[in-house]
């Protein structure tokens, strides 16, 4: 704080009089703080002259009490108080002071003079002030004082122990908080009326009813620093819907007195005016680099149109000037510029169509849209486009930018197009994003002869291969239903079929659940390839049709269903620690593998018809009446799946059937440690 300038010139001239009656008029207006006055003080005792300060300090003082500022004279008597209070009477008159300060609190303070110990000697000032800025901490919360904490919000005063120096605070989500007077102090934010968070617990619909620039404005203003977009989001949850956040926050932050600054993480403050706002947006402008004057420009409101202009001229002028030395920033000028001026003088095209280093300046454009933007300049207007467009496609990383590259060739050179992409098949690890590209889209018939399998084997030989880290995920898509493999499958040849099966059970870099839809599409389109003479599995047509069923509805539900399952929980976000997507992949992998074991069991399926049965001895599919000392028994030999031990029905690759199996009527047999003989054989019913 400094001098007040009469006051200030008084002491130059060392015209004391003139400095006592400028004092007199200073302190006679309402006083904000005693800054500056007592550096007069201080001033004139550098000079000796005690006595001069102690009564201008005597005419401070009779003023403050005449003014009720009791607050500013406890600052006073604490800091110079012995200069004018008379010996033995400073303890009173900062009670008096205190009592002044605080006489709306009645009883309550004197309840905390006795605690604090200011009700006690007079003549005992031994640390007077700890004790009345101990006070001071106690009676600075009442009861409905409206607070701010860290990570929890605005919360109101509920509740004040003077016995156990404890507040109980509720805020938004925490009811009756217990916080001690000494924390307090660190922890609890006293927030003032006009304070945003104040009137969302007090009075929301207001704020609800203020334009969107408005209450940003209320939000801004209500900090002494900038705010991030997160945390005016933070201020005005429940103000703002969840859903209109975003068209909130984009109109809002449009109002011309908003300052932006901060680069990528931006921060927020509200401008005193349009000019002001305009000045500090020219000021960061000027001095910052070319990415960042860019996003400057594309911030400038559309009302701020001087300024806009101011950025334009000046980036233009820029952008002119380094055509021919820097081309690419010129290009990344000239398109943002374009954005919001369409009457740029200085012509680019003439540079593009005459630039020899053209890589150079592709390379330089390190956003897709400036890339897209060249592209398509380019083929308007260069005669060598398909070169440099072919060489671009091969070596681009964007697969959107493929997508855009295959369009330009499409439409404009169709007889080119096929052989672009065949070359993309020549050197994939060179080329490893052209290669995906042209792989994820190939449906096999568009294929040389002898490449399908050659395909199928880069596509999973490259899911572990560092230089198509970057396209993991698109090279476990094309393994996928509906992807790549399964597509080319259906273009083998039976001898190259077998290869592709063991190219799929060694593959170390696709996962295991992934595995069995490719194995089995192959073997149900080879059912022979990579398979041995198998057993025939026995079993009767209720059965059968009963597995069919679980069949098809693992086929056509429960694994469609599971696939959906993991692509919502993909969706939730960090898979490492996403549970539902852990749970989701287990699932597919039983359903994959039960899958599997009972396409192949259905392939061994033979019926067993009671019509044909041979029940001349022990066969699969007949009844045995056993006899024995300790009764009779029935025992029925089907196959695995209608086997049930308790309704004496076993399975004809249990050992008791192998046991019984080729015997006789009259035969002897054990079952189960007990000793039969076989009455009669019949065929199952």
Same mark, same amino acid.
Not at 119 to 143: H, P, Q, S
Not at 165 to 191: C, H, N, P, W, Y
Not at 469 to 495: F, V
Not at 650 to 662: F, K, N, Q, T, V
């Given at each position: 704080m400094t001098i007040p300038e009469a006051l200030q010139n008084a002491?130059? &001239?060392?015209?004391?009089? /003139?400095?006592?009656?400028?004092?007199?008029? /200073? *302190?006679?207006?309402?006083?904000?703080?005693?800054?500056?006055?007592?550096?007069? %003080?201080?001033?004139?005792?550098?000079? $000796?002259?005690?006595?001069?300060?102690? /009564?201008?300090?005597?005419?401070?003082d009779e003023q403050l009490r005449e003014q009720n500022a009791w607050g500013l004279r406890l600052e006073l008597i604490q800091k110079l108080g012995t200069r004018f209070v008379k010996a033995g009477h400073i303890f009173d008159t900062t009670i008096e002071s205190v009592r002044k300060c605080y006489e709306d609190r009645g009883d309550e303070l004197e309840s905390l003079l006795q605690t604090?110990?200011? &009700?006690?000697?007079?003549?005992?000032?031994?640390?007077?002030? &700890?004790?009345?800025?101990?006070?001071?901490? +106690?009676? %600075?919360?009442?009861?409905?004082?409206?607070?701010?904490m860290k990570d929890k919000g605005v919360g109101q005063v509920v509740d004040v122990n003077?016995?156990?120096?404890? @507040?109980?605070?509720?805020?938004?989500?925490?009811?009756?908080?217990?916080?001690?007077?000494?924390?307090?102090?660190?922890?609890?934010?006293?927030?003032?009326?006009?304070?945003?968070?104040?009137?969302?617990?007090?009075?929301?619909g207001e704020l609800q009813e203020l334009e969107p620039a408005q209450l940003l404005r209320t939000v801004l203003e209500s900090y002494d620093r900038p705010l991030s977009g997160a945390e005016v989001k933070g201020v005005v949850d429940g103000l703002v819907p969840t859903k209109s956040w975003t068209s909130w926050w984009n109109n809002a932050r449009k109002h011309p007195q908003v300052i932006a600054s901060g680069g990528s993480r931006q921060t927020y403050t509200w401008a005193g005016s349009v000019e002001d706002a305009e000045d500090s947006a020219w000021a960061e402008f000027e001095g910052a680099d070319d990415a960042r004057k860019l996003e400057l420009l594309r911030r400038t409101s559309s009302q701020q149109k001087e300024l806009q202009g101011r950025m334009v001229e000046h980036l233009s002028a820029l952008g002119e000037h380094l055509l021919e030395s820097e081309p690419a920033r010129a290009f990344k000028i000239h398109a943002a510029l374009e954005r919001v001026d369409s009457n740029i003088d200085w012509n680019l095209d003439e540079t593009l169509g005459n630039l020899t280093d053209l890589s150079r300046l592709l390379d330089a454009l390190? /956003?897709?849209?400036?890339?897209?933007?060249?592209?398509?300049?380019?083929?308007?207007?260069?005669?060598?486009? =398909?070169?440099?467009?072919?060489?671009?496609?091969?070596?681009?990383?964007?697969?959107?930018?493929? $997508?855009? @590259?295959?369009?330009?060739?499409?439409?404009?050179?169709?007889?080119?197009?096929? !052989?672009?992409?065949q070359r993309a098949y020549a050197q994939p690890s060179k080329t490893p994003g052209a290669f995906c590209y042209v792989a994820g889209r190939t449906s096999g018939d568009d294929l040389p002869e002898?490449?399908? +399998?050659?395909?199928?084997?880069? *596509?999973?030989?490259?899911?572990?291969?560092?230089?198509?880290?970057?396209?993991? !995920?698109?090279?476990?898509?094309?393994?996928?239903?509906?992807?790549?493999? =399964?597509? @080319?499958?259906?273009?083998?040849?039976?001898?190259?079929?077998a290869e592709a099966l063991a190219a799929i059970e060694r593959s170390s870099g696709l996962e295991s659940y992934r595995k069995p839809p490719l194995v089995n599409a192959i073997m149900l389109k080879f059912p022979n390839v990579g398979k041995e003479e198998e057993q025939p599995l026995y079993a009767t047509a209720e059965a059968l049709a009963e597995k069919r069923e679980e069949m098809r509805a693992l086929v056509e539900e429960e694994i469609p269903a599971n696939r959906q399952a993991i692509e919502e929980a993909r969706a939730h976000g960090d898979l490492r620690e996403n549970f539902e997507y852990k749970s989701a992949r287990q699932r597919h992998e039983y359903l994959a593998a039960r899958a599997g074991n009972l396409n192949q069991q259905l392939e061994r399926?033979?019926?067993? &018809?009671?019509?044909? %049965?041979?029940?001349?001895?022990?066969?699969?599919?007949?009844?045995?009446?056993?006899?024995?000392?300790?009764?009779?028994?029935?025992l029925t030999i089907l196959g695995p799946w209608e086997s049930d031990p308790e309704a004496g029905i076993?399975?004809?690759?249990?050992?008791?059937?192998?046991?019984?199996?080729?015997l006789s009527p009259g035969d002897d047999a054990e079952v189960e440690g007990l000793s039969y003989r076989i009455a009669g054989i019949e065929p199952f019913a």
């Open positions: 002491l130059d &001239d060392n015209d004391l009089d /003139t400095l006592e009656l400028e004092w007199l008029g /200073t *302190i006679s207006e309402p006083l904000e703080s005693l800054g500056g006055l007592l550096k007069v %003080i201080d001033t004139l005792d550098r000079r $000796d002259l005690e006595s001069r300060a102690n /009564t201008l300090l005597e005419l401070l604090v110990g200011l &009700d006690g000697n007079k003549d005992d000032t031994t640390k007077l002030w &700890d004790k009345v800025d101990r006070l001071r901490n +106690l009676l %600075i919360y009442e009861i409905g004082t409206v607070v701010a003077l016995q156990l120096q404890t @507040l109980k605070v509720d805020f938004e989500k925490i009811k009756g908080m217990s916080v001690g007077f000494r924390a307090a102090g660190k922890m609890l934010e006293i927030l003032p009326e006009d304070h945003v968070l104040y009137r969302k617990l007090n009075a929301p390190d /956003t897709r849209v400036l890339r897209e933007r060249a592209y398509r300049q380019l083929a308007e207007l260069r005669d060598d486009w =398909p070169e440099i467009l072919e060489r671009r496609f091969l070596g681009e990383t964007d697969l959107k930018l493929h $997508d855009l @590259l295959a369009g330009i060739f499409t439409d404009r050179k169709p007889e080119l197009a096929p !052989k672009v992409f002898g490449l399908v +399998l050659r395909l199928i084997k880069q *596509i999973l030989q490259f899911l572990s291969d560092d230089n198509f880290a970057p396209y993991k !995920k698109q090279l476990e898509e094309m393994c996928e239903s509906g992807g790549t493999i =399964p597509r @080319l499958i259906s273009e083998l040849t039976e001898n190259e079929a399926a033979r019926v067993l &018809d009671p019509a044909k %049965i041979d029940a001349s001895q022990v066969r699969v599919g007949t009844r045995l009446q056993l006899e024995g000392d300790q009764g009779e028994r029935t076993i399975s004809y690759e249990s050992d008791l059937a192998e046991r019984l199996l080729g």
